[in-house]
């Protein structure tokens, strides 16, 4: 079946390279318009969103990774260097 | 005062248990960063403490002009070029592949092929940490100039600014290569949730 677009909407292919910029807050107010209005009728699309949302969550969890016990005894080890300097 | 604030005042008070968590609270980010522009893990390793030696040496100077992260990371970028045995950085910003493959889109550009429903599972997996294995590998893979901008945006939690100017490129290019990373990503988690 062949969708026939509106001529000020965007289509999905579209949707998914402009997100970025509309979660930085980078799309013009006439630009974020069409976005707000493609998402509100378009599940997939809402869907996408959810998902960059996530991996932008995700990505963040690699933070909390533990530093391991060698490299903490080597900054403790930075740190004692440096105050040495200081006296 | 922020969590580096906080920590920061405690280093300075000589409390060595605090620069330790400092250091741990940076340290992923720190080490990726470096690797990009070394060649080993090794050597990222070490340029990672000389620019905490800098920093402990220069805390006195430090007033708070910029934040204490991009004031960290810019010793980072400067000591890992400096170090840099790979010269030849690809700077291309544009990897030329879309964020999702045409195929997955009819000739209107409507979605012929959806995203599949994974959200819900993947956070309760994330949030057992089973997702960071493939983020890992999927953050290694990426070009260096992506990978650079998605640390420090996602893993580090700079702002646009000030990844911008740690790694001395545009507002623009900045939001390109965080968007190549993020759909790279979103892509290895669709495909780590079994789809397509």
Not at chain 2, 146 to 172: K, N, P, Y
């Amino acid at each position: 079946m062949k969708v026939l677009w509106r001529k000020d909407e965007l289509p999905c292919r579209e949707m998914v390279e402009l997100i970025t910029d509309y979660l930085e807050g980078a799309l013009s107010r006439s630009q974020r318009r069409r976005f707000e209005a493609h998402l509100a009728g378009c599940e997939h699309c809402s869907e996408y969103l959810r998902q960059m949302r996530l991996t932008i969550e995700a990505t963040g969890v690699l933070r909390e990774q533990d530093l391991t016990a060698d490299m903490q005894a080597e900054f403790g080890e930075i740190y004692r260097r440096w105050r040495s300097e200081d006296e | 005062m922020d969590a580096d604030g906080e920590l920061l005042a405690r280093v300075r008070a000589g409390e060595e248990a605090a620069f330790v968590a400092l250091a741990a609270r940076h340290h992923t980010a720190m080490l990726r960063l470096a690797r990009s522009f070394v060649a080993n893990t090794h050597v990222a390793e070490e340029v990672v403490q000389d620019t905490w030696l800098v920093v402990l040496r220069g805390l006195e100077g430090f007033e708070g002009r910029s934040t204490f992260r991009g004031w960290l990371f810019a010793i980072l970028v400067n000591r890992a070029r400096s170090t840099g045995e790979r010269e030849h950085r690809s700077v291309a910003v544009a990897d030329g592949r879309p964020a999702v493959s045409g195929s997955r889109f009819n000739a209107a550009g409507a979605w012929a092929s959806p995203p599949r429903h994974w959200v819900e599972e993947s956070e309760e997996r994330m949030f057992a940490q089973g997702l960071a294995p493939s983020i890992d590998a999927a953050l290694s893979a990426l070009p260096s100039l992506q990978r650079d901008v998605v640390v420090l945006r996602d893993i580090d939690g700079l702002s646009g600014q000030e990844a911008c100017e740690v790694l001395e490129i545009s507002e623009a290019n900045q939001r390109v290569l965080l968007h190549r990373a993020r759909s790279r990503l979103r892509q290895t988690l669709e495909a780590e949730m079994g789809e397509v």
